[in-house]
C-alpha cells in the first residue's frame, strides 16, 4: 500500500492502480474520515458524534463511517486473495 499511495501522489494512477487498486479509495475515504473528525473536534471538543449525526447532513457521518468500515473489509479481501496468487500474487518486494 505504501507504494502504491507514493505512486498515487507523484502523479501515476495507472502505476499505484496496478500497485494496489484500492489506494486511491483509502485516500478518499481515510481523507473524509479526518476532515470530519478535525471538523468536529473543533466544534464539540472531540469526534465521538461523527455516527451520531450532528453533522451538515445526519447522513454524511454515517456514510464515511460506512465506506471505512466496508473499505477496509475490501482491502483485507484484496489482501487474500493476493496472498493466494490472484490479482497477480503478492506484490514483489
Sequence with gaps: MTRAMHLLFAGDLGGSFAMHP???ATVLAQGALAVLSVYLTFRDGHPFDLWKGKLWNLRLGRAVVLFNGA??????VVWALRGAGFFGGPVPV
Design 22 to 24: 484500492l489506494a486511491a
Design 71 to 76: 473499505l477496509f473489509l475490501l482491502l483485507f
